[in-house]
């Protein structure tokens, strides 16, 4: 061979599961020196794939080399030996340690049994100034934020000497302005000579960062190919395995009366601050309101508030002419409105319920019961129904809610708001975490609402989201309005100034 | 189609994880009672004993016959009824741990209905008094109830602590008002009422023995217990605000008042459990002469090991509660055949508890290692971020989540 061999590569890995063959003889190789994402629907194999290589599962068939030596990694520890780094979704860290603890924990230091956490703290504040990582080395964990935590991650994995990091999902829990940050990271520590393998399925992301795309679908190599050499239609394409329209066509509606009224309403959030500070607005029926902005500036206060679930000190909410300005969420139900709760394992459903029994949480006390008995066969049949027409994929309607992906969790929600024939839908996130094709799903079943005559507000952090749906946008800043336009009119440098706060334009 | 063979994996998941639960389920607690009584056996032995011919004692005096099943049902009757009460409150995440108090309220209230009408007809007062115990138990548990619901006082704190005032309660009652003035007359002093009116025993369903009707009330409210969990809207919103307060809320359901009435509705199990403690008592009065304990039995404790044995699932919890009373009741048998110390019994039944209650996390510590060495392992989920979390309150279940039967 001429070339040299590569950083890593993994050779025909094969994993199955009962009944599923999540990994099916996957290729995969990554070079010193590049961004190489993995991409795929939730359930193509990506985070398989990965666990193999990290230790956590143990393949059936297929070989690991790591700079052309064969390598067996059995355990999580052989991995962190290898040079190999993972970053979980969910954050290994430990809240009331600080960010040096954090760091040293588990690794044994030099003046054993002593700790020698000055050492420790001197390193990590070299390793943050050479990659912009910023953090305080002394700060006490919870008081960090997601995107700090997600820094001390890396600064783990850095101190630990990796050269292969693997980051799942890594951009799931940060704002646009960190996903911006982190992206110079990652470039930076390629840079260094390090691999990297991204995980996503957030399609602009992993065309900015990229220097290479594997594609996964049903746990087979859908493809390969470079940024330059491809688009976001094709990736999806490869992703879903069919066309999939990444804009839904907007049908003309004439807006007709204003279903919902906000005016000058004011929100406390948890701690007791004004996170709402005065936010006035309308939707008219056969219109989508966009509110964009960054994550935190009283999006989720506003929507709770709209829907019962928070006391509004000051200003009031109408919902088809009625007042519901602090009702009970009954009452607001009542008065036409539907929610898809931006926390929807929280709010949206219950997760040890089956799907039947959250697809009647609304109106099972009154629908599917008489005299204080649950009709369990109309339930029954509702729900088969409601499952069928809004493509909620499971295998029964007895399982229990948690065990099916986020996406299809979104589906049933969407089916149960949605055939309470609302007057108003109020969706926050409404496809955040979900996968591409219910992603599509969902964007086409709001704007067919908007055709049936709905007033929808539409909160989102996705700005291409909100540009792809609403016919006017909203920027929410600091609990206020920066200013609302036509989607005629909505560039994304004008609402992006909107959301870092600069005010101008049109109000 | 997308993701066929995610759903395929789920449709397999799903019926893996039913059938484990199916065949499982039972096995699990049963598996953990063995365990307990080999580690017991150590003990007979290290006391001197021959554990072989105490175990057989045991099985003999609780099961051997007859006379002595029917012994195991009269112990089995005040676990079964705390234990269904149990099963409501912590389906809708409330621990209730006042099960003592609970059956003295119920005890106390019933005697009083029973003293003041003696005369009543049997068919009327029974029922009656029955029914007073439900009251009482009911008020006791209504009160943690509010203070849960509408000022987020800690459940398990306020109903213990109701355990010991209805205890002194009790005992000042017994000692005072309710207690027996000829026997006073007579000089004997003792906390416990006079015999009640013979219109009110708990009649006997079986000859010589005493089996009574206490347990054909314990197996009738575990079935109506069941069908309030799941084929009622209320029992629905129970179990829907015990897996999601927020989800509960949103979807318009008065999640305050559900809390209260799942403790009430609990409590109300346990004080109907004391009634039947009274009224199928072998002196036919209510007697706190060795304490509240000695009237209770601990049966407001037990219950719930009980229920946590039946995996909180009402119709479950009968044999479970019947296998707890054979318990108790071998245990004793044990101990007069092998001659060995009364705690070592107390020790055995402990054991079954930790056994019991251990398990669910041996069972996933199992699962978690079957997973390593891929031996049925269960598919990746590869969830998004939200997904993940919720449901973490939810009370521990040994034997899985038991839906319905």
Known sequence: MSAAPPLLEMRGITKRFPGVLANDAVDFNLEAGEVHTLLGENGAGKSTLMKILYGMYRAEAGEVFLRGQRVVIDSPSAAIEHGIGMIHQHFM??????????V????????????????????????????????NPDAPLWQLAVGERQRVEILKALYREATVLVMDEPTAVLTPQEVDELIVVLRRMAADGRGLVFISHKLHEVMAVSDRITVLR???????????????????????GRPVQMVPD?????????????????????????????????????????????????????????????PVQEGSVLIDGNDVTGQHPRRVRDAGLSYVPEERMRDGVIGMFSVAENLVLLNQGTEFSRRGFLRLGAMREHCRDLVERFAVKTPHIDVPTSNLSGGNIQKLILARELSAE?????????????????????????????????????????????????????????????????????????????????????? | MIGTVTVDARISDWVVQRVVRRVMGPLVPLTATVAALLVGAAMVWGFGGDPVEGYRAM???????????????????????????????????????GGEGQIIAGALLSTVVVLALPDLHRGALLPLALIAGAVGGACMGFIPGVLKAYANVNEILSTIMLNIVAGYMMQYLLLGPMIDKEAVEAGNHIAQTKRLSPNSDLPILLGDTQMNLGIVIGAVVAIGAFFLLWRTSLGYE????????????????????????????????????????????VAHRLSVESGPAGFTQLAGFNGIVAALFGGLHPLWTIPAAILFGGLLVGANALQRAVQVATPLVVALSGLVVVFVVSSDRAVRWARHLGERFDIGASPEHDRTGSAASGGADAPTTPSGEGAEP
């Not at chain 1, 049903?218 to 940024?227: I, L, N």
């Not at chain 2, 999601?244 to 949103?250: E, G, T």
Request: aromatic share 4%; net charge negative.
């Open chain 2, 238 to 281: 129970i179990r829907a605000v015990g897996g999601s307060k927020d989800a509960s809320r949103y979807a318009g359901m008065k999640v305050e008042r559900r809390i209260v009435q799942a403790l009430t509705l609990s409590g109300m199990m346990s004080g109907l459990g004391g009634a039947v403690l009274v009224f199928s008592s």
């Open chain 1, 218 to 240: 049903d746990g087979r190599v859908t493809g390969e190919t470079t940024p330059a050499n491809t688009d976001r239609a094709e990736l999806a394409r490869l992703m879903v």
């Open chain 1, 93 to 102: 860290l430990v809240p009331p340690l600080t960010v040096t603890e954090n």
């Open chain 1, 422 to 507: 609302p007057k108003v839908i109020l969706a926050a996130q409404p496809t955040r975490g979900v996968d591409v094709g219910a992603a599509e799903y969902i964007h086409n079943r709001l704007v067919a609402q908007k055709a049936a005559g709905c007033a929808t507000l539409l909160i989102s952090e996705d700005l291409d989201e909100v540009l792809a749906l609403s016919d006017r946008i909203g920027v929410m800043y600091e609990g206020r309005m920066m200013g609302v336009l036509d989607r005629a009119e909505a560039t994304v440098e004008r609402l992006g100034l909107w959301m870092a706060g600069v005010a101008g334009g049109a109000a």
């Open chain 2, 59 to 97: 099985f003999t005096g609780a099961f051997g016959g007859i006379s002595e099943f029917a012994d195991t049902t009269v112990k089995a009757t005040p676990l079964l009824l705390v234990g269904v009460g149990i099963c409501i409150a912590f389906r809708a995440s409330v621990i209730n741990i």
């Open chain 1, 250 to 310: 907007r049908p003309d509606v004439q807006p007709g009366e204003p279903l919902l009224e906000v005016t000058d309403l004011h929100v406390l959030s948890d701690r007791g601050d004004e996170a709402v500070a005065g936010m006035s607005f309308g939707v008219r029926a056969g219109e989508i309101l966009g509110l964009a902005g960054v994550s935190g500036n009283g999006q989720s206060e506003l929507a709770q508030a709209i829907a019962g679930l928070r």
């Open chain 1, 104 to 135: 040293a924990l588990g690794l044994q230091s030099s003046r054993r049994p002593l700790t020698d956490l000055p050492t420790v703290a001197n390193r990590i504040r070299e390793l943050s100034e050479t990659y912009g990582l910023r953090v």
